[in-house]
């Protein structure tokens, strides 16, 4: 049985054979019969490692977590989650150090992970709806994922590359000015100040 728990930049949860390389968590999102009933239970989204320390469950166990797969971390941030402190604790240092030096410390009254939880729930999502924002291409860091409409695509090295759940190809017409952007707008100055996303092996395979 083909699970609905593979995830789009745009943040839709979808079933699918293709399999990621991270996994990551919203919380509680499906029913005794491994049917999706809602888009998430919390507000912190995690990307995790497929593995850690030979733990091993059942997917979609009645009243767990519901596991979700993404093709790559840009994917993960696309689609509004960050790293996980625990499987993830060298990503989730370096991203807590760019995103400090990109925002500042935390909000009064909370740790700087609940900070940043807060900000991207915010700029992630809004009545079910995925927010996206417009920005120059020019000025978009390696590891932004855009769109054209309906395609997401991954901006890395120079060039753009297009997204399915099966990795990345080259675009071969160009796009320049103003285009929507699907990674949530705080984590771009978080790219610009270091931490660069980990992309899918394919992107180098997809570079002309």
């Known amino acids: 049985m083909t699970l609905q728990n593979r995830v789009d930049p745009f943040g839709h949860l979808i079933a699918t054979p293709a399999r990621g390389t991270l996994m990551g968590n919203r919380g ?11 888009t998430y239970a919390h507000q912190n989204w995690v990307t995790c490692a497929l593995s850690f320390k030979d733990r091993k469950r059942p997917l979609m166990a009645p009243r767990c977590y519901t596991e979700l797969f993404f093709l790559d971390e840009a994917t993960s941030f696309a689609a509004g989650h960050r790293p996980c402190a625990t499987c993830r604790r060298k990503n989730f ?15 009064e009254g909370r740790t700087l992970p609940q900070t940043i939880d807060r900000a991207l729930h915010k700029a992630r999502i809004n009545r079910r709806q995925k927010v996206t924002f417009d920005a120059p291409l020019a000025d978009l860091p390696d590891g932004t994922i855009i769109t054209d409409g309906d395609t997401p695509l991954l901006i890395w090295q120079g060039g753009l590359h297009r997204w ?5 190809t080259s675009l071969e017409t160009s796009l320049s000015g103003t285009v929507t952007v699907l ?3 705080p984590l771009i100055p978080v790219f610009r100040h ?4 980990e992309v899918h092996a394919s992107v180098e395979k997809s570079v002309v």
């Open 28 to 38: 509680i999102l499906h029913d005794d019969q491994r049917e999706i009933r809602r």
């Open 93 to 107: 240092k370096a991203f807590l150090t760019a995103w400090q030096t990109a925002h500042g410390g935390p909000d």
């Open 164 to 168: 399915s759940f099966d990795g990345f």
């Open 183 to 185: 990674t949530p707008e």
């Open 194 to 197: 270091g931490y660069c996303p």
